[in-house]
């Protein structure tokens, strides 16, 4: 059973910094999402199983790093020069087979319960 569990969200000010961690049940192509209230769910970025390849959305880019450790099978989102459009609800999920590159909510077949982040300006 693939099981995915985030921690690390919270209140910060513009400008600060948070870092997420989402722990799984195995070694997953591992992908981070954030929801906004009345917003779709829109991708952040995504590690490979053994973390030797990443890729970022646009918005994030330069501001957020994503990394894994996979001694403890635990992927981190590391989020500097936060913004208040960054606060949502952060969601990490494991990528189905095959669909690397992706950056579509429907190529992740099983998610966490996610983690709240509100950017205060």
């Known amino acids: 059973q693939v099981q995915l569990v985030e921690s690390g969200g919270g209140l910060v000010q513009a400008g600060g910094s948070l870092r997420l961690s989402c722990t799984t049940s195995?070694?997953?192509?591992t992908g981070w999402f954030r929801q906004a209230p009345g917003k779709e769910r829109e991708f952040v970025s995504a590690i490979g199983w053994n973390g030797g390849m990443w890729y970022y959305a646009d918005s994030v880019k330069g501001r957020f790093t994503i990394s894994r450790e996979n001694a403890k099978n635990t992927v981190y989102l590391q989020m500097n020069s936060l913004k208040p459009e960054d606060t949502a609800v952060y969601h990490c999920?494991?990528?189905?087979?095959?669909?690397?590159?992706?950056?579509?909510?429907?190529?992740?077949?099983?998610w966490g319960q996610g983690t709240q982040v509100t950017v205060s300006s």
């Open positions: 999920a494991a990528m189905n087979q095959g669909e690397w590159g992706s950056r579509k909510a429907a190529s992740y077949g099983y």
């Open positions: 195995g070694r997953y192509n």
